[in-house]
């Protein structure tokens, strides 16, 4: 008992050092001196212990519940479906062990929807794989023997060439498939005739095959995240018809060729569906770029030209750069011309506070602004005072809201009185840091598709605050990675990604003036609560994207200016605001937010596992 309480204690940080020298070994101590030679000792700590975190609800427990079961098989292979979609899984093959082989035939055998193939390229000079395959004898199971090994692009290609199916996979050759994956893809070819491209949640599995785990749960089709990173990657599913015409599979992107083919596929695709499932195991052992990032630093740069043609091609200007995660990227997009920003700060009282945000805003480098203070019942006289000095100030005004506190209502005045392309929402306990911030939300907020740009918020201790919104948490809407120490990036690096969500809050938000206006503003029923999420829903509703960015960085003391909810009629405003988003979001109350994943808890923020 000593012994066992001795591997369950942790770190200050909440690492399992149990489990920590579980996974010790001579391979991963090697590795884990090259992750220290990048990221140095303070990053290489972080590393480890957001790697090493004990897991809420343990994954390798959660799998086996959500695997299908043997009775759940029996029902999927009972089910016709009318299109009865043909699925050829494609496979370059070389000098694959004999045991991973075995299993990757066995689980495509073991399939409850039986309308596949597979097809099997193999460039190895020894025959020991197409002996393999021939001990089969399953039909569905196609071999071509390639007369050299010209590289996973091509190879991948000839595999291509050989499936005549309406769709085709990619599966590489030493990772398996659930025994559900041809259902899930066929389910879901059948009830959506315009899905050209399809993908799933993965996860990894041991050379052993015994232990599965670092799952990624992964969001609706999300443009910003994907030109951060390709966490499309498994289990990816394209019409063949699309295949050919985007010219299959680019040789000179070798070890991010698979990255180039989706962004060419997805830019072309009528529908893009993700099956919020996972579906594929990618197999992690010595040889493999799971494990082993680093061993093969060309596939990053061929990944950051894959963004930077993916760019190109779309007529968009952004400079593509690594970041300190590798295989991780940022896209700076770049201002055009020299638009007219209006910087809209409610403000009651507390002049020291508003200064330090006036300030930190003097300190940006663009300079084509104006600031629009919305004074909001303040009852010191030095706060009048203070407005006095400001209005000498020829890019400062103060106009006054007369009625009672309304966030809503307040905001939408302000913008009567600005003049800008694009506004700014600040509250008045925000201080800016990154003084590039302007350039940052503006490089985004110009592109036709993005409506609203959100900022990555610090407490004072240098802990999160906001670094996204997802519909459902606590009910209706809450913040993510709140909490998270500033030099960790979360879950699969959400908090420092440039990506799409739902919402983001208006404590710090660019937003098109002409879509505040489509959209007429904020709604004047919710007061306090909720105003910015229903902003950013109705602005996703018009077919615009909010973009997170976490380059954009400030401070921000919350609730300075704020009372406690805690009067009957406070209580009673808070629940009336909450029966309305009820009511209005209901349908993405009820089926999820597609920048989340149903399998992770909504009753946290961290993107841990849902307990089910």
Request: proline share 3%; net charge negative; aromatic share 12%.
């Amino acid at each position: 008992m000593e012994k066992s309480n001795k591997n369950q204690k942790k770190s200050e940080y909440g690492i399992e050092w149990g489990r920590l020298f579980r996974r010790l070994s001579p391979y991963n101590v090697k590795k884990g001196l090259k992750y220290l030679s990048h990221y140095g000792l303070k990053g290489f700590w972080v590393k480890l212990n957001e790697r090493f975190q004990i897991e809420e609800i343990p994954y390798e427990s959660w799998i086996v519940k959500h695997l299908p079961s043997e009775e759940e098989l029996k029902k999927q292979e009972k089910t016709t479906f009318d299109s009865n979609p043909y699925i050829s899984v494609v496979v370059p093959a070389f000098e694959t062990p004999e045991n991973f082989l075995r299993e990757l035939i066995e689980c495509m055998q073991k399939q409850s929807y039986r309308n596949w193939e597979l097809c099997i390229a193999d460039a190895s000079i020894a025959k020991d794989v197409e002996n393999v395959v021939k001990s089969y004898h399953d039909e569905r199971i196609k071999y071509k023997r390639l007369e050299e090994n010209a590289g996973i692009s091509e190879n991948t290609n000839r595999a291509i060439e050989m499936a005549e199916g309406e769709f085709i996979g990619l599966l590489d050759h030493d990772d398996l498939l659930a025994f559900d994956s041809m259902y899930q893809i066929a389910k879901v070819i059948d009830e959506n005739i315009e899905v050209d491209v399809i993908y799933s949640d993965e996860d990894k599995i041991s050379e052993d095959s015994k232990e599965h785990f670092r799952p990624h749960f992964k969001p609706d089709f999300n443009l910003d995240l994907l030109r951060s990173n390709n966490y499309i990657c498994h289990f990816f599913v394209v019409r063949k018809s699309l295949a050919a015409q985007v010219g299959g599979i680019r040789q000179e992107f070798d070890g991010a060729q698979d990255y180039d083919f989706i962004f060419r596929c997805i830019e072309n695709a009528r529908l893009i569906k993700h099956i919020p499932r996972i579906l594929y195991h990618w197999r992690v052992h010595k040889n493999s770029t799971a494990e082993n990032p680093a061993s093969k630093m060309y596939a990053y740069e061929a990944g950051k030209r894959a963004i930077e043609e993916h760019l190109m091609r779309q007529g968009v200007e952004g400079n593509v750069c690594h970041t300190r995660d590798i295989g991780f990227y940022r896209v700076n997009y770049p201002v055009t011309g020299n638009p007219f920003v209006s910087i809209i700060i409610p403000n009651k009282d507390n002049v020291d506070i508003l200064n330090r945000c006036l300030e930190s805003i003097e300190n940006s480098n663009y300079k084509n602004y104006e600031i629009i203070i919305v004074e909001n019942n303040s009852e010191e006289d030095r706060t009048f005072s203070y407005y006095r000095e400001l209005e000498k100030k020829e890019n400062l005004r103060v106009v006054v809201w007369e009625k009672e506190f309304n966030y809503s209502a307040i905001n939408n005045f302000g913008r009567r009185f600005a003049n800008g392309e694009y506004l700014v929402l600040l509250n008045n306990d925000i201080e800016i840091i990154e003084n590039q911030w302007l350039e940052e939300m503006l490089g985004h907020c110009q592109r036709p598709e993005v409506g609203i740009v959100g900022a990555r918020l610090f407490y004072p201790d240098d802990t999160i605050q906001h670094a996204g919104t997802v519909i459902g948490i606590g009910g209706i809407a809450g913040h993510i990675f709140t909490g998270l120490p500033r030099s960790h990036t979360g879950y699969m690096h959400k908090a420092g990604l440039q990506l799409n969500l739902s919402a983001v809050t208006a404590a710090c938000l660019m937003v098109k003036t002409q879509v505040f206006d489509q959209v007429n503003g904020f709604e004047e029923k919710l007061s306090v609560a909720f105003n910015d999420v229903d902003f950013c829903l109705k602005v996703r509703q018009a077919d615009y994207l909010v973009v997170y960015d976490p380059y954009v960085e400030a401070y921000h003391y919350e609730s300075k200016t704020r009372g406690a909810e805690d009067s009957k009629e406070k209580v009673r405003r808070f629940q009336s605001e909450i029966e309305f988003m009820r009511e209005r979001w209901i349908h993405i109350l009820k089926e999820g937010d597609p920048y989340y994943n149903p399998n992770l808890t909504l009753t946290k923020w961290n993107y841990s596992l849902k307990e089910n």
